[in-house]
């Protein structure tokens, strides 16, 4: 069983007319860990990952993101959500880590490595600690997609920038080949869509990032990450705004 939140996920709230809704988001005074996922549909080892990642709830006390890779779309199955710049983030998050080899299914909790999903829950011993950095969502989202306004601080003492995601529930691929040929497999917390920005050394960032349009629900996650050691200092996640 998860940890009791620490963190007071932000008041939501919707404004507007039936083309358009807006929420807001904020984190609190302690650490949010955020899990990542690297997985891909051509992947046999990858479904039970998969399922273990849709039992996070994505909340205050966790927040959770499924990046899905192309390095095995040659072997008989192209997964449709796989981008090569997701492949680039997991060889710079291990090469950070210290590591020299990527692999699938790899789940990361702040920017490590974490083997421990496998019938245990890796993020019972997660230190919460009090938080170096805050984040403020404002998403306002229609049918085009999603406009999301950042304010963000970071250490000024640390190389750090801020990555916007989308992600959604609910995908569905039935697999007509490769190692997962004749399975159904479902989806839960997939990148859709990310952005990133430098953080100032000594000052607030705020910016606004357009997002792709949906086709499923779901919501944006940010986090803010050292560039020099790969650590997640904070994150937050924002549910879709209910129209």
């Not at 590591?99 to 299914?105: A, K, L, M, N």
């Not at 990450?225 to 129209?243: F, K, N, T």
Request: hydrophobic content about 35%; charged content about 20%.
């Amino acid at each position: 069983m998860f940890a009791k939140p620490l963190l007071a996920l932000a008041a939501t709230f919707c404004a507007g007319t039936t083309t358009a809704a807006e929420c807001t988001a904020h984190s609190g005074p302690r650490q949010t860990p955020l899990v990542e996922l690297y997985t891909s549909e051509g992947c046999s080892s990858c479904p039970p990952a998969d399922r273990w990642l849709g039992t996070i709830a994505q909340s205050a006390d966790t927040v959770a993101l499924a990046y899905h890779v192309d390095y095995w779309d040659d072997i008989g199955w192209k997964d449709r959500f796989a981008e090569p710049r997701n492949s680039q983030r997991q060889r710079d998050k291990v090469a950070l880590a210290g590591g020299r080899t990527v692999y699938t299914p790899q789940v990361m909790i702040n920017g490590r490595d974490s083997r421990a999903w496998r019938g245990h829950n890796p993020l019972a011993n997660v230190p919460r600690d009090a938080a170096t950095a805050q984040i403020q969502l404002t998403a306002v989202a229609a049918p085009s997609g999603a406009t999301v306004s950042v304010r963000a601080t970071a250490p000024g003492d640390r190389q750090t920038q801020l990555v916007v995601a989308r992600y959604e529930n609910g995908h569905q691929s039935e697999v007509k080949a490769g190692e997962n040929q004749g399975e159904t497999l479902k989806h839960h917390f997939v990148v859709r869509d990310w952005e990133t920005r430098p953080m100032p050394a000594n000052a607030p960032l705020q910016t606004d990032i357009r997002l792709q349009a949906p086709e499923h629900t779901g919501g944006v996650v940010a986090f803010i990450e050292d560039l020099r050691s790969g650590e997640v200092l904070q994150a937050l996640a924002l549910p879709d705004c209910q129209r």
